[in-house]
């Protein structure tokens, strides 16, 4: 039999089981937020509240603050209703609130810890000096905009500050009957949960995305057009509304984003669809409903877990059921089609879902997928699909993540602060954006190998790269052959950190922003001529640590490395060691005897100019960062093939008119054909106009970006 279970019989429910046993699935005290350990208070049990970004959901029980809009609530074991206790207009990141029966001693908390005594929880202390001391009851208003509005008052704005301090207070918010703040501009009604007895809200033309605004249980009056709301918006426990006195949605509201309104009873959302002229509005008794969308193999395995979130055993699970279950979610077939429904087992400790043997082929409509405010989950994992995006969001526990042998392209990680593994290995991911890891600081173990990542990888925000080298694979051999060969370059700090990875890596790819470090590796030049000008340009740079070296000193890779502008004299017969100038931002070439220049150890590399008075023939290696390449009366060149040269803009040819046609072929990236024609610049030298422009015309009518025969 099919179930149609509505929240309030549920919680009524529970409620009454409460009397026997807890409705806590961990049988723990409901009031309390968090771990305990023994007090010095007699025998009372000291705890902690819990945290978040956000109004308490509802199956948060206890004491809970809200991080964002810095309110302290409770929610009683009914998990209904949400009261609001205090204001902490000074709580901070890091803060810690604590609760327990009794007046709070010097041995609890540490200093601006708050403390809750629940004999009298609408006071609150904070420990400043070494002393508990209760906090002001002034109400945190997180919006400027909105503070000032209630501070000041206006045309059509009512003002809440009525004995003019500049601030409102916990009786000033009381005793408010209605907030109106149209047209000012603001972002966030954070604060408004203490206004508990107003009948009437008006905020029309603002820029609010969200409200919370459910626990004002007096409300008879909303007024919100002209905002920017999206989601579901929750009435569901505002019982004196009014038909015909709620305004959401009516004609252009900018409010389409709204995908429903939960209200109080069936009646009432019938009314409010036909008063604001929508279908919106629906009853809460509708809200705990079957997870439909679960797969049916999904859901075949989901009922056999050990404990099973199917509490009441009719082989179904609802919202409710899902957001309570707690345990771990471990899950293997090739048949699944869908993870749909997912994403409303909030409390999971781990979830673990594999194609095992064979490979999850997803609809069409469940390769993208989004898990956020999972706040107790510690492993994430889907093996072996064609999941293609997926985003994680809001998982203060989360370490570990794998998506392996799929079909990923697309990832959004934030708010996932501690994570410390990521396994990517064997997707289809091409780019990792810039600021991919900027919050990602504490992985120690990172693996995107079998990828097709091209471009610049940035892993500057990460700690400790140097001592997790060997952890970190991303352009390394797999099986014998290497993956992501068209990343150009992986940005680290620290020259220890480059070195650590490359050798780590087998490769050249890592490169240091800083220089720091050492790398006493001597370079080995087959020129003496390349070496000497080597220890002169390193002169120029710092003679007071170079200037006693002779030509017979070694030079290391520490050395070069603070080398980004280079000429190399037509004195050089053999360009050994260059290699190792992996800084090098601008090179000008003048050897006699070497034919090839090969950049592909150059990552660094914007310019290159090759002299006619030289006899380099050609250019090998990619090169991802040249923008420029001149050539000055090189006739040696009759074939370029630049298409390594991803950011490359500009050929600049210098020669003069009566130099005969050389140039027969010179091949670009995919895509910049054009913009190399436009901008090939031909530099003349000689007074025949005529023929200098037909020479620029002809190379150019040799772009292409297909090799040169």
């Known amino acids: ?55 308490p959901n509802p199956t ?65 202390y904070q420990k400043k000096s070494g002393t508990w001391t209760e906090v002001s009851d002034e109400i945190y208003i997180r919006d400027e905009r909105f503070r000032n509005a209630l501070l000041t008052g206006g045309e059509g704005i009512l003002k809440a500050d009525t004995n003019g301090d500049g601030k409102i207070s916990k009786a000033e918010a009381l005793a408010a009957q209605a907030v109106r703040v149209p047209n000012v501009g603001i972002s966030s009604l954070d604060g408004i949960e203490h206004f508990k007895n107003i009948q009437v809200l008006e905020a029309t033309n603002n820029q609010l995305e969200t409200v919370n605004i459910n626990m004002l249980t007096a409300l008879q009056e909303i007024k919100l057009k002209g905002n920017r709301l999206k989601g579901e918006l ?41 008063s604001d002229g929508t279908g919106k509005y629906t009853a809460s008794s509708n809200v705990d ?65 594999s194609g095992g043997s064979g490979r999850m082929e997803l609809n069409n409509d ?25 985003e994680v969001k809001n998982a203060p526990k989360l370490t570990k993540i794998f998506v392996t042998n799929g079909s990923l392209d697309k990832i959004a ?8 593994v990521l396994n990517l290995q064997n997707n289809s991911l091409t780019a990792i954006a810039g600021d991919f890891f900027n919050t ?26 140097a001592t997790n080298a060997g952890t970190f694979q991303i352009v390394r051999a797999y099986q014998g052959t290497r993956t992501n060969t068209e990343v150009t370059s992986i940005i680290v700090n620290t020259a220890d950190e480059e070195t650590a990875l490359n050798t780590a890596e087998q490769t050249s790819k890592y490169t240091s922003v800083t220089g720091g470090g050492s790398n006493n590796t001597p370079i080995t030049f087959n020129s003496a001529r390349l070496k000497k000008i080597t220890l002169e340009k390193l002169k120029a740079i710092d003679r007071p640590l170079y200037g006693r070296r002779s030509d017979n000193d070694p030079i290391t890779q520490s050395d070069v490395d603070k080398i980004t502008e280079f000429t190399v004299d037509n004195n050089v017969r053999d360009l050994t060691g260059l290699e190792a100038f992996r800084k090098l931002k601008k090179l000008t070439l003048y050897p006699q005897g070497p034919t090839t220049i090969d950049v592909s150890t150059m990552l660094q590399l914007e310019e290159i100019t090759l002299s006619g008075s030289g006899t380099i023939q050609n250019i090998v290696g990619d090169a991802p960062r040249v923008k420029l390449v001149e050539l000055d009366e090189n006739r040696n060149i009759t074939k370029l093939d630049l298409r390594g040269f991803r950011s490359l803009e500009e050929v600049r040819i210098t020669e003069a008119n009566t130099t005969p046609n050389h140039i027969e072929c010179i091949a670009v990236p995919s895509g910049k054909e054009q913009l190399i024609k436009d901008k090939i610049i031909y530099s003349k030298t000689g007074s025949n106009g005529a023929a200098g422009a037909a020479k620029e015309t002809l190379y150019r009518s040799k772009v292409r970006t297909t090799a040169c025969d």
Not at 263 to 272: F, G, I, K, Q, T
């Open 234 to 274: 929750d009435f569901s426990l505002l019982s004196n509304l009014q038909n015909g006195k709620v305004e959401i949605m009516k004609g252009d509201s900018g409010n389409s984003g709204v995908t429903k309104i939960k209200v109080y009873s069936d009646n009432l959302a019938n009314s409010l669809n036909t």
């Open 60 to 124: 948060e029980l206890g004491y809970y603050v809200d991080k964002r809009s810095k309110t302290l609530y409770k929610r009683d074991a009914s998990g209904r209703a949400a009261t609001v206790k205090a204001s902490l207009p000074t709580f901070a990141e890091g803060n810690k609130l604590y609760v327990r029966e009794g007046a709070p001693d010097s041995s609890v908390g540490a200093e601006n810890d708050f403390y809750v005594n629940t004999k009298e929880d609408t006071k609150v």
């Open 289 to 353: 409903r079957i997870l439909e969308e679960l797969d049916p193999i999904l859901l075949a395995k989901l009922l056999v877990l050990n404990p099973s979130p199917d509490r009441n055993g009719d082989r179904a699970i609802t919202i409710s059921e899902a957001a309570r279950y707690s345990e771990r979610i471990d899950i293997e077939s090739s048949e699944i089609r869908s993870l749909k429904g997912l994403e409303f087992f909030k409390k999971i400790k781990s979830l673990r879902v």
């Open 413 to 420: 990680i934030s708010e996932v602060a501690e994570l410390q």
């Open 366 to 390: 469940s390769k993208t997928i989004s898990f956020s405010d999972f706040p107790d989950i510690e492993s994430f994992g889907i093996y072996n699909s064609n999941l293609k995006e997926l």
């Open 1 to 55: 039999m099919r179930k149609r279970i509505h929240m309030l019989l549920a919680l009524t429910t529970c409620a009454i089981a409460a009397l026997a046993v807890s409705c806590n699935k961990d049988n723990k005290d409901p009031e309390s937020g968090g771990g305990s350990s023994g007090g010095g208070n007699g025998t009372a049990t000291i705890t902690q509240a819990s945290q978040g970004n956000g109004a």
């Open 440 to 465: 990602l600081t504490k992985i120690n173990s990172l693996n995107l190998l079998q990828n097709s990542i091209q471009g610049e990888i940035n892993l500057r925000p990460i700690q400790n790269l």
